[in-house]
């Protein structure tokens, strides 16, 4: 059972530089989010998604974009990478009750 | 908005019982989460509470009030493996799924 899958697992990247954070699920879930969270604290919702083609903003969207162009595809989008982005990211997808996650990517920006 | 306030530390006995409070102020309920997460993994679903009173897994009990914004989470027989962090979560209502967390609440478990 894949469940929700992350690529890449570590990620460092030089300022201003861009990437795509993948995440996939294969449970057919119609929302899917996408979390930051910074050592010792807790998740922090970035952008979120209620299906294909919706998606809208958490509380911390700033430097983020997003798309949902199929149900089981949610990337997160980084265009010019800062250092305050550093952190763990979690994708994590769920039907009408608990949320599955992703094993996250570390990313750092240097 | 919505704040979801836990504590940030416990410590207990292995062998004891804890509980761990979240108390939440949202502008719509649809549902509250506990997951525990060991320290360099992803979160894993504990309990889920959408109508008031105590619902029980095992070990582990969590308790929900909503006129009183307030829910815990009761850890039963600790086990040193039970040293994690407890994450306190709220889903928004309607359909926006919008599913937002405490700081949580770093519990470690003594011999």
């Known amino acids: 059972n894949a469940g929700v899958t992350q690529t890449p697992k570590f990620r460092i990247l030089k300022i201003g530089q861009s990437m795509t954070l993948q995440c996939a699920q294969d449970?057919?879930?119609?929302?899917m989010y996408w979390y930051r969270q910074d050592p010792g604290m807790g998740l922090k919702l970035i952008y979120y998604s209620v299906g294909a083609g919706i998606t809208d903003k958490g509380e911390v969207p700033n430097g983020y974009n997003v798309s949902r162009s199929t149900t089981e595809d949610f990337p997160l989008r980084l265009e010019l990478a800062a250092p305050s982005q550093t952190s763990v990211y979690f994708c994590?997808?769920?039907?009408?009750?608990?949320?599955?996650f992703g094993q996250g990517t570390r990313l750092t920006v240097v | 908005g919505q704040n979801i306030d836990q504590p940030t530390e416990m410590t207990a006995t292995e062998g004891a019982i804890v509980q761990i409070n979240c108390t939440y102020q949202t502008s719509g309920f649809n549902g509250l989460f506990w997951y525990q997460q060991h320290a360099g993994e992803a979160p894993t679903f504990l309990s889920y509470?959408?109508?008031?009173g105590l619902e029980e897994k095992g070990r582990f009990s969590s308790f929900l009030s909503r006129s009183k914004g307030y829910s815990y989470l009761l850890l039963k027989e600790l086990q040193m493996k039970d040293s994690a962090s407890y994450l306190c979560?709220?889903?928004?209502?309607?359909?926006?799924?919008?599913?937002?967390f405490g700081q949580g609440t770093t519990l470690q478990v003594k011999p």
């Open positions: 449970m057919n879930h119609n929302y």
């Open positions: 509470n959408v109508l008031d």
């Open positions: 979560a709220v889903r928004d209502n309607g359909n926006t799924g919008k599913l937002i």
């Open positions: 994590a997808s769920s039907a009408d009750a608990e949320a599955f």
